[in-house]
Structure formats: C-alpha cells, structure tokens
C-alpha cells in the first residue's frame, strides 16, 4: 500500500525558518515533489529530489533520504504570503503520483 | 500561453443529475489526471490516463467516468451513483517522463444541493 505522512498543521513567524517533514512507504518510488497550494487555489510545483541530499533553491530547500523513507521541505525568512498547504507527493513507477494530506502553514507577524 | 484549462470554476447541480467537468490542456502532455480534494485533505486521484484511449483508475474512482479521445482533453463525469459528490475537483497533465511533475489547472468547486 501507499502511506505519506506530514503534520497536519504547523505556525511559524514571519521571517523565521520552518521545516516541514514526509515520511513515505510506498511501493514504487522515483522520486519525491513538493508542492504549493494556496487556499482555493491549483497546486503549483516546489521542488523535485531523486538522489539524497539537499537541493537548494533560492529560499526553499528540499531534502531526500531514499533509505529513511523521508523528506524535508525547509523554508528560509518566512513571508507572509508563505501562508499556504505545502503538499508532499511520491512519484511512483506507475506512472502516477501519491499525495499526502498536506501541511498547513501559518506565518505570523 | 501554454497551460491547462478547467471549466467552469463554479458548479452547483442538483441531487440526482449527472455532471460534466471540462478539462483541456495544450502543453502537448501524453499523461493527465484527475483528483478531488475535500477541505482540509490532500489530493486522491480518481482516474489517469496516459495515452489516448486509455484510462486507469485510481484510488476512488466508483461514482465516476471519464474519457480520452483527444490528447488535449480529459473531461470528468460525476455521476448520480457518486454518494459525496460535493467537493473541490483537480486536472492535472504532465509529459511522459521522469520526472513528470504535474501541471494542474485551476479547478472546478463542484456543489451538489
């Protein structure tokens, strides 16, 4: 079976430095997304990790651990429009994605 | 402009009656997916397809149907046999390769009364 994991909810202040953790176990992995979602709003794309390590890019950041089943999503001096769903997906070798719940994110002033 | 198209963004039907959710996308994408999204939960996709004239089901696809008879069109049917069928629905496509990042459209808020 397909089970993604993330907090359901989490609050940071505004430019602060949050990370968002997913842990997976799914049959099938290629590779890992982030996305972004806004309230009422489409998902638009974050990040993609293959390989272990960390990819950087610009105040986001993803992390991949293949043998740990785990990823992170850190976000650097937080803004307030960073008040989002951050959406933890699987890309799996059927041709398909699995998503988890997602994470809702408050920036406070 | 290259995207993916959802029409309307708005839907109200009343209990019973069978429901249409247009999707088009022209970013030449072989895959395309769609998924419901209920407030506060993520994405569960309810049919895919990745290649014309063929579909897959997903994770709840009872209540539905879709079809694919054009690479550039992926429409949704939500039928009366869907029990919940009120909801927040998603179309997304991507290219055929990894990695296939998922372009989604804007959505449609189905409301059954």
């Known amino acids: 079976g397909q089970n993604i994991d993330q907090p359901t909810e989490m609050t940071a202040t505004e430019g602060a430095i949050v990370q968002i953790n997913c842990t997976y176990q799914?049959?099938?992995?290629?590779?890992l997304f982030w996305y972004q979602q806004h309230a009422g709003e489409a998902p638009t794309f974050l990040s993609y990790?293959?390989?272990?390590g960390l990819e950087e890019k610009g105040r986001f950041s993803s992390f991949l651990s293949r043998s740990k089943g785990y990823s992170y999503l850190l976000l650097k001096e937080l803004q307030m429009k960073d008040s989002a769903s951050y959406l933890c997906a699987v890309d799996t070798n059927a041709g398909k994605s699995t998503f988890g719940d997602g994470t809702t994110l408050t920036v406070k002033p | 402009d290259g995207g993916i198209t959802q029409s309307p963004k708005y839907l109200f039907r009343k209990e019973g009656q069978n429901v249409t959710l247009s999707c088009e996308q022209n970013l030449n994408h072989d895959a395309m997916y769609w998924y419901r999204q209920d407030p506060g939960q993520g994405l569960r996709l309810i049919y895919y397809s990745q290649i014309v004239n063929d579909f897959q089901k997903g994770d709840i696809a009872e209540g539905y149907s879709v079809s694919r008879e054009k690479k550039e069109s992926f429409p949704l049917t939500v039928t009366s046999a869907q029990k919940n069928p009120t909801a927040f629905y998603l179309c997304a496509s991507s290219p055929s390769r990894t990695p296939n990042e998922q372009f989604f459209g804007p959505g449609t808020r189905l409301t059954v009364l």
């Open positions: 799914t049959s099938g992995f290629n590779g």
């Open positions: 990790n293959v390989l272990d």
